[in-house]
């Protein structure tokens, strides 16, 4: 699994100040779709509900290069019932559908205690909407139109959710988070965190190997409702990666440029 | 007019159908029914005193007579009679039978009490000859059984009768006929006026919104109503020219992005040689794109928080935690930019609002002053107290805004942003304003050494 990201472009530690939001290189995806298949774990099945069948196939032709088996329904009754007929590992449901709406069907599948992650799409405004996807009883809001890294990351944080763990110390690899004490330690070093740091260190540390959209880490992290014009997570990304990340230290934090940010243990 | 009178289509000229017209002719007519009644009541009076005046001089001629001796009234009822230039009087002596003895009554007429005047239609004979003519007539019967008859013409009270009518008519016909012009005037005036009143709305209807209904210098209900429709009119006006201009700024705001990725995809296909080249063009496009969705997701933001109702949703905002909160979170940027930021948050005040909008106005604020602060800089931000209001103040060393464009970015943020031109300023100001007016504060940009934004809250606790 951990070399299936070594094909995401790693940076150089001082890289941290992003010119701007820019796709990987298509080789770097590809790369790690092939490690997946290799590494011949269960393909995870997604229910994709979306009335638009060009954006369908889209998607679906996407995701299926990233190892996923996504299934398609086009309006909210279809996708109700493939839902119900379980299987799928995670949703991705359109807000807006013919039939039945988005939200409706989650909010059926919820009350019929369908627990299913969802991702909603929606074309639709930004805070609001978003504030009632969720509340509809989505896991995460996600506005079109998106990069194709930035759905693929959600839907990967979606499926490998933290189990509510009773551990009130964090550990990956040399990294030690206590979360009474409230200090943090690399080795036998310890490492002095601002409270955001800590925030930030903890949320990364409950999803060690995962990809962190700079989007998922301000909704998350900063609970941002807005998208600042400045590369804030860059610039605080890049304080924490220099305290975790010493000159003489494998480096653990690694920015995938234009797309985010992944914590795992040194190889 | 008969053949018409059964139908019920029988139309009216316009004019006689509008309102005014209407309530004319039925004040006109109570004005005729209350003349008519009062002269009425005049001439009552006047018969009634005329004929008790008349009743008294008869009754007492009659004592006079009765009280003479009988001899004596044969002359003097030629007396009175030859004493009489109007010929007003009537007298006559009858015998028990009936009989005429003298005077100048030809006969004794029916139906009258001894003694009591009343009405009486006689024939008078004298040397003028003989002639009919109503008179007031008493009666008295003589102890040796003849009739003394004394009366009085009255046609004196038909004169007043007259005098009465004559005078109705004189004054009443063209004081109706001046109220039924007058209303004629006033509903023809009325009625153009609505008739012009419509015309234009109708032109409004049809799409003309700088039109406005006609008002005259005048301060009657009409022309009040007429300026309020207008005020009316001319916030619609504006409000529509506002939405133009929306339209026109979010098309400004996409093209320019939108036709830079054009032209770019366009040379790239045309003289990209490797497909390093072609992905590099590629890139630089997916980036024009993510700028032009920046926009439109800060468009839909900005129309989100001026037509929410969130002031229900609002709480108790600590501002100085907030203000502490923000500074913790610019901190880094600013030292990355080496620019020096000092926050300053002594004011321990608390507000009613939506504490993430608030976040968001101030942070944009501050990501703005950073941002246009050159390199050895100073940002300040600060929660002071000021004459009971609450403020922030986000000050910098940068270039500023120009005179010019604050008026635009303070005043009317959605639609007159023209800081929108200034390269990198984006929709941050417009978000702020629109903050700032759901929680209705006051936001105001002035000189500093660079720029100072501050935002104040009155009312604070």
Same mark, same amino acid.
């Given at each position: 699994m951990l070399s299936a990201h070594d094909g995401w472009k790693n940076n150089s530690p001082g890289d941290g100040e992003s010119d701007g939001r820019r796709l990987p290189a298509p080789d770097a995806v590809g790369n790690e779709t092939a490690a997946l298949a290799a590494e011949n774990e269960p393909m995870p099945r997604l229910l994709l509900i979306e009335d638009d069948k060009e954006t369908a196939d889209e998607i679906r032709a996407e995701l299926g290069d990233r190892g996923f088996d996504v299934s398609w329904a086009a309006d909210g009754i279809e996708g109700l019932d493939k839902a119900r007929s379980g299987g799928a590992d995670a949703m991705i449901v359109d807000r807006l559908l013919p039939g039945m709406d988005g939200l409706t069907v989650i909010e059926t599948l919820r009350g019929e205690g369908i627990r299913t992650p969802v991702l909603v799409l929606s074309a639709l405004g930004a805070v609001d909407e978003r504030v009632r996807g969720l509340r509809s009883g989505g896991d995460d809001y996600l506005t079109k139109p998106f990069a194709t890294v930035e759905l693929v990351a959600r839907i990967e944080a979606l499926l490998r959710r933290p189990a509510e763990s009773p551990d009130t110390v964090l550990r990956v690899g040399p990294l030690e988070l206590d979360l009474i004490k409230r200090t943090a330690k690399r080795g036998e070093r310890t490492i002095e965190l601002l409270p955001r740091e800590f925030r930030l260190l903890e949320y990364m540390m409950c999803r060690k190997d995962?990809?962190?959209t700079r989007a998922m880490l301000l909704e998350e992290v900063w609970n941002y409702k807005f998208v600042p014009q400045t590369n804030l997570v860059d610039v605080h990304m890049g304080r924490l990666?220099?305290?975790?990340?010493?000159?003489?230290?494998?480096?653990?934090?690694?920015?995938?440029?234009?797309?985010?940010?992944?914590?795992?243990a040194p190889a | 007019m008969s053949a018409a009178s059964g139908s019920s289509s029988v139309r009216l000229p316009d004019f006689a159908r509008t309102t005014t017209f209407g309530s004319t002719l039925a004040i006109a007519s109570a004005f005729v029914l209350c003349t008519v009644l009062l002269f009425g009541f005049v001439y009552w009076q006047t018969a009634a005193y005329l004929t008790s005046s008349i009743d008294a001089l008869i009754t007492g001629e009659l004592q006079i007579f009765a009280a003479e001796p009988p001899e004596r009234w044969l002359a003097h009822i030629n007396e009175r009679l030859d004493n009489d230039p109007r010929r007003i009087r009537i007298a006559g002596l009858f015998g028990a039978d009936g009989h005429r003895i003298a005077g100048n009554l030809e006969s004794l007429p029916g139906g009258l009490t001894p003694d009591v005047p009343a009405d009486a239609v006689v024939v008078r004979v004298d040397n003028q000859g003989r002639e009919t003519e109503k008179v007031r007539l008493a009666t008295e019967r003589l102890p040796d059984g003849e009739v003394l008859a004394i009366g009085r013409?009255?046609?004196?009270?038909?004169?007043?009768?007259?005098i009465v009518r004559r005078a109705l008519m004189l004054g009443l016909l063209p004081a109706f006929g001046l109220a039924v012009v007058i209303g004629l005037v006033l509903s023809l005036r009325a009625r153009n006026r609505l008739l012009e009143v419509n015309r234009r709305i109708q032109r409004i209807v049809a799409g003309d919104l700088r039109e406005r209904l006609p008002t005259r210098k005048g301060n009657d209900p009409f022309d009040q109503l007429a300026v309020s429709v207008n005020r009316v009119l001319g916030e619609i006006e504006a409000l529509i020219q506002e939405i133009a201009g929306v339209g026109n700024d979010i098309a400004h705001d996409l093209r320019t992005p939108l036709t830079r990725v054009r032209v770019r995809l366009e040379r790239g296909r045309a003289r990209a040689t490797t497909l390093d080249e072609l992905r590099g063009v590629v890139d630089q496009s997916i980036a024009g794109l993510d700028q032009s969705l920046t926009v439109i997701t800060a468009l839909l933001r900005i129309a989100e928080i001026e037509h @929410?109702?969130?002031?229900?949703?609002? @709480?108790?905002?600590?501002?100085a935690p907030l203000v502490r909160e923000v500074g913790e979170l610019y901190e880094p940027i600013a030292e990355d930019k080496h620019v020096s930021l000092q926050v300053e948050a002594a004011d321990e005040a608390t507000v009613q609002g939506d504490r993430d909008l608030l976040f968001?106005?101030?942070a944009n604020l501050v990501d703005n002053a950073v941002k246009f602060t050159p390199k050895g800089g100073r940002v300040g931000l600060a929660l002071l107290r000021r004459n009971g209001e609450s403020v922030v103040r986000i000050s910098d060393t940068g270039p500023?805004?120009?005179?010019?464009?604050?008026?635009?970015v303070t005043k009317r943020f959605y639609r007159s942003d023209k800081s929108r031109n200034t390269?990198?300023?984006?929709?941050?100001? @417009?978000?702020?304003?629109?903050?700032?007016?759901?929680?209705?504060?006051?936001?105001?940009?002035?000189?500093g050494p660079g720029c100072t934004a501050e935002i104040a809250f009155p009312q604070v606790n």
């Amino acid at each position: 699994m951990l070399s299936a990201h070594d094909g995401w472009k790693n940076n150089s530690p001082g890289d941290g100040e992003s010119d701007g939001r820019r796709l990987p290189a298509p080789d770097a995806v590809g790369n790690e779709t092939a490690a997946l298949a290799a590494e011949n774990e269960p393909m995870p099945r997604l229910l994709l509900i979306e009335d638009d069948k060009e954006t369908a196939d889209e998607i679906r032709a996407e995701l299926g290069d990233r190892g996923f088996d996504v299934s398609w329904a086009a309006d909210g009754i279809e996708g109700l019932d493939k839902a119900r007929s379980g299987g799928a590992d995670a949703m991705i449901v359109d807000r807006l559908l013919p039939g039945m709406d988005g939200l409706t069907v989650i909010e059926t599948l919820r009350g019929e205690g369908i627990r299913t992650p969802v991702l909603v799409l929606s074309a639709l405004g930004a805070v609001d909407e978003r504030v009632r996807g969720l509340r509809s009883g989505g896991d995460d809001y996600l506005t079109k139109p998106f990069a194709t890294v930035e759905l693929v990351a959600r839907i990967e944080a979606l499926l490998r959710r933290p189990a509510e763990s009773p551990d009130t110390v964090l550990r990956v690899g040399p990294l030690e988070l206590d979360l009474i004490k409230r200090t943090a330690k690399r080795g036998e070093r310890t490492i002095e965190l601002l409270p955001r740091e800590f925030r930030l260190l903890e949320y990364m540390m409950c999803r060690k190997d995962q990809m962190l959209t700079r989007a998922m880490l301000l909704e998350e992290v900063w609970n941002y409702k807005f998208v600042p014009q400045t590369n804030l997570v860059d610039v605080h990304m890049g304080r924490l990666r220099h305290k975790v990340d010493e000159p003489n230290e494998l480096p653990m934090i690694t920015n995938v440029r234009g797309v985010g940010f992944i914590l795992r243990a040194p190889a | 007019m008969s053949a018409a009178s059964g139908s019920s289509s029988v139309r009216l000229p316009d004019f006689a159908r509008t309102t005014t017209f209407g309530s004319t002719l039925a004040i006109a007519s109570a004005f005729v029914l209350c003349t008519v009644l009062l002269f009425g009541f005049v001439y009552w009076q006047t018969a009634a005193y005329l004929t008790s005046s008349i009743d008294a001089l008869i009754t007492g001629e009659l004592q006079i007579f009765a009280a003479e001796p009988p001899e004596r009234w044969l002359a003097h009822i030629n007396e009175r009679l030859d004493n009489d230039p109007r010929r007003i009087r009537i007298a006559g002596l009858f015998g028990a039978d009936g009989h005429r003895i003298a005077g100048n009554l030809e006969s004794l007429p029916g139906g009258l009490t001894p003694d009591v005047p009343a009405d009486a239609v006689v024939v008078r004979v004298d040397n003028q000859g003989r002639e009919t003519e109503k008179v007031r007539l008493a009666t008295e019967r003589l102890p040796d059984g003849e009739v003394l008859a004394i009366g009085r013409n009255n046609d004196e009270i038909a004169g007043i009768a007259n005098i009465v009518r004559r005078a109705l008519m004189l004054g009443l016909l063209p004081a109706f006929g001046l109220a039924v012009v007058i209303g004629l005037v006033l509903s023809l005036r009325a009625r153009n006026r609505l008739l012009e009143v419509n015309r234009r709305i109708q032109r409004i209807v049809a799409g003309d919104l700088r039109e406005r209904l006609p008002t005259r210098k005048g301060n009657d209900p009409f022309d009040q109503l007429a300026v309020s429709v207008n005020r009316v009119l001319g916030e619609i006006e504006a409000l529509i020219q506002e939405i133009a201009g929306v339209g026109n700024d979010i098309a400004h705001d996409l093209r320019t992005p939108l036709t830079r990725v054009r032209v770019r995809l366009e040379r790239g296909r045309a003289r990209a040689t490797t497909l390093d080249e072609l992905r590099g063009v590629v890139d630089q496009s997916i980036a024009g794109l993510d700028q032009s969705l920046t926009v439109i997701t800060a468009l839909l933001r900005i129309a989100e928080i001026e037509h @929410s109702r969130r002031l229900e949703g609002f @709480s108790q905002v600590e501002l100085a935690p907030l203000v502490r909160e923000v500074g913790e979170l610019y901190e880094p940027i600013a030292e990355d930019k080496h620019v020096s930021l000092q926050v300053e948050a002594a004011d321990e005040a608390t507000v009613q609002g939506d504490r993430d909008l608030l976040f968001e106005a101030v942070a944009n604020l501050v990501d703005n002053a950073v941002k246009f602060t050159p390199k050895g800089g100073r940002v300040g931000l600060a929660l002071l107290r000021r004459n009971g209001e609450s403020v922030v103040r986000i000050s910098d060393t940068g270039p500023g805004i120009p005179e010019i464009e604050r008026e635009a970015v303070t005043k009317r943020f959605y639609r007159s942003d023209k800081s929108r031109n200034t390269e990198g300023l984006g929709l941050g100001l @417009s978000l702020v304003g629109a903050i700032v007016k759901l929680h209705g504060l006051r936001f105001t940009i002035a000189d500093g050494p660079g720029c100072t934004a501050e935002i104040a809250f009155p009312q604070v606790n």
